[in-house]
Nanobody, 118 residues
Framework: QVQLVESGGGLVQPGGSLRLSCAAS????????MSWYRQAPGKERELVAT????????NYADSVKGRFTISRDNAKNMVYLQMNSLKPEDAARYYC???????????WGKGTLVTVSS
């Protein structure tokens, strides 16, 4: 059974940091590129960061460049999102996404909520 389980969300003050984690199971993790998306209330889901299957390349939305870092540990089937210098506009539900390198197989987690408020 495929599972992506996010954790690490919570309430943080502006300027603070959080580290999100995504635990993957039920599929061959190192065959999938991994991404973090987010969706704020009333807004569309947007891509935040992506990392290739081997971790060799990453990409970020312009809004988070220099503040967020995506990483993965293929030995542990984990992907992370380190979020620094958080802003109120970063508040959203953050979702983990897996996309197969070669075929159309896409999996989603249920998300973890990040609230940025003083």
């Amino acid at each position: 059974q495929v599972q992506l389980v996010e954790s690490g969300g919570g309430l943080v003050q502006p300027g603070g940091s959080l580290r999100l984690s995504c635990a993957a199971s039920g599929f061959t993790f190192n065959m999938y590129g991994m991404s973090w998306y987010r969706q704020a209330p009333g807004k569309e889901r947007e891509l935040v960061a992506t990392i290739t299957s081997d971790g060799g390349s990453t990409n970020y939305a312009d809004s988070v460049k220099g503040r967020f870092t995506i990483s993965r540990d293929n030995a542990k089937n984990m992907v992370y999102l380190q979020m620094n210098s958080l802003k109120p506009e970063d508040a959203a539900r953050y979702y983990c996404n897996a996309r197969h390198m070669y075929v159309t197989l896409i999996y989603w987690g249920k998300g973890t909520l990040v609230t940025v408020s003083s």
